[in-house]
């Protein structure tokens, strides 16, 4: 099946998807976007995905382009059209083209653009083995809230990330862990509770995130909002991290430093299969 992505309304072949150089996503990074989880052929969260994209709208000030139902139905319409039952959908939404300049443009269209992509989430070798973090200053702006298309720090995290041999990037900030480049961030401490810093502007609210604490609270899991440092996460029992495109993944070692017994642990499993588990229940998924 060949691959189709969206473009301002229409469903087209990638080579055919074709925006200006004008547009203010490609010169301002003036946009944002959401990714969202696909198992079995279903979008994962969505609602909650669609309520974040609102919000992050509202904040930049550009009008959201469709209700949610449209949203929804579009999203559907792509994952069906390419075919995809397990991987990631990607949406994003920029204020559109116009000549260069700062301000607003008045009565310009925002550009939106949607695309999938197949991979596996369910059973993956990092889900079943765990990976490898290192820690790097966090270099970005003060509202990480809003999903903002500017990844430039992410883009040097993660690939500073990598060139260490690990496949993650823990952000710092004071001497404590902000989040992931792309992904939320836990530790459990040896008396088995979850630790997760609470939601501000500091951290994006991941919508895994969000989900997870609910399972963790209906399991009787013992959670605490709070910062933690980088200390005390080369100490923890267990480490994990959440994002819609991997759901939970177990964290095995931080800065080359082993984590626990330097095996995935008994809570980031459980916590995984709970995931999982409401993942595949069609009853809370999009459709
Ligand atoms: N934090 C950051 C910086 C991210 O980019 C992501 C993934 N987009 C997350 C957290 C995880 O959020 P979600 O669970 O909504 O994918």
């Given amino acids: 099946m060949s691959r189709i992505v ?13 925006v200006p150089i004008m547009d203010r996503g490609f010169l301002f990074s003036d946009g944002v976007y959401e990714g969202v989880g696909v198992i079995d052929g279903r979008l994962v969260d969505n609602e909650a995905h669609l309520e974040r994209l609102e919000r992050s709208l509202r904040e930049i000030r550009i009008d959201n382009p469709y209700s949610r139902s449209e949203w929804t139905r579009l999203e559907q319409e792509l994952v069906r059209r390419n075919g995809m039952t397990e991987g990631f959908l990607y949406l994003q939404v920029t204020r559109g083209v116009a000549e260069r300049d700062f301000f607003f443009p008045q009565g310009v269209a925002p550009t939106v653009t949607m695309f999938t992509q197949a991979k596996a989430i369910a059973d993956t070798p990092a889900a079943r083995d765990g990976i490898a973090v290192v820690t790097v200053p966090d270099r970005r702006w003060e509202r990480r809230d809003i999903k903002s298309i500017s990844l430039l ?17 823990w952000m710092v900030e004071d001497g404590y862990v902000t989040e992931g480049g792309s992904s939320s961030a836990f530790i459990v401490t040896k008396a088995g509770s979850i630790v997760v810093r609470p939601l501000s502007n500091a951290i994006l609210p991941g919508i895994t995130r969000q989900s997870l604490l609910r399972l963790s609270r209906e399991d009787g899991i013992v959670l605490e909002e709070r ?8 100490d923890a029992a267990e480490a994990f991290l959440t994002s819609a495109s991997n759901f939970v993944v177990p964290i095995v070692s931080i800065d080359g430093r082993r984590i626990g ?19 595949r229940e069609p009853a809370v998924a999009a459709e």
């Fill in 153 to 169: 720090a992410q883009v040097l995290a993660k690939q500073e990330a990598r060139e260490k041999g690990a496949q993650e990037a």
């Fill in 261 to 279: 017994d330097g095996k995935p642990g008994p809570i980031t499993k459980r916590l995984r299969e709970l995931y999982l588990q409401m993942a």
């Fill in 6 to 18: 969206f473009l301002n309304g229409s469903f087209l072949p990638p080579e055919e998807a074709k």
């Fill in 227 to 234: 910062r933690f440092t980088v200390e005390e996460a080369y």
